[in-house]
């Protein structure tokens, strides 16, 4: 159904720009607006593409994911599909493999989400990812 690659440099502005689509409004949401020079700053700073792995269906970008699998835990600290690709099970199969992975080797898995993000919400809920913190702007989640 999907494939991941490693992210390379030239994913830089399909990555950013996919960013920028999906949480525009919820930065201006949640920090009250977008500030293009900001984010691409941000964004910038935090770009490695060893870290990021893109999300393939068909062939297509179709999305990324951040996830570090370390030894006492795996952390997913982001995931993003185009608007095409949401709802339609992509991200929930990503989900379970990074799940069953988990479970083999009995290691935990924490996440963040922007509290106004509660689609995002309602799916780690549905996977039986529970509450275990909040800050001022997110909500921490973990499966064990």
Do not use: C
């Not at 999300?55 to 030894?71: N, R, T, Y």
């Amino acid at each position: 159904m999907y494939e991941l690659r490693t992210a390379a440099e030239n994913d830089y502005e399909a990555i950013y720009s996919l960013n920028k689509t999906n949480m525009k409004a919820m930065v201006a949401q949640t920090w009250g607006e977008w500030n293009e020079e900001f984010q691409k700053d941000f964004f910038d700073k935090k770009f490695t593409p060893e870290r990021y792995r893109i999300i393939e269906v068909d062939k297509f970008f179709a999305g990324f994911i951040v996830f570090l699998e370390e030894k006492e835990r795996v952390y997913i600290e982001e995931i993003q599909l185009a608007p095409q690709f949401q709802g339609k099970g992509v991200g929930t199969q990503i989900l379970h493999d990074i799940i069953t992975g988990a479970e083999k080797n009995k290691t935990p898995i924490d996440l963040q989400v922007l509290k106004i993000n509660t689609r995002a919400i309602a799916l780690y809920n549905r996977l039986n990812f529970i509450l275990v913190g909040e800050t001022d702007t997110h909500v921490l989640m973990r499966l064990v």
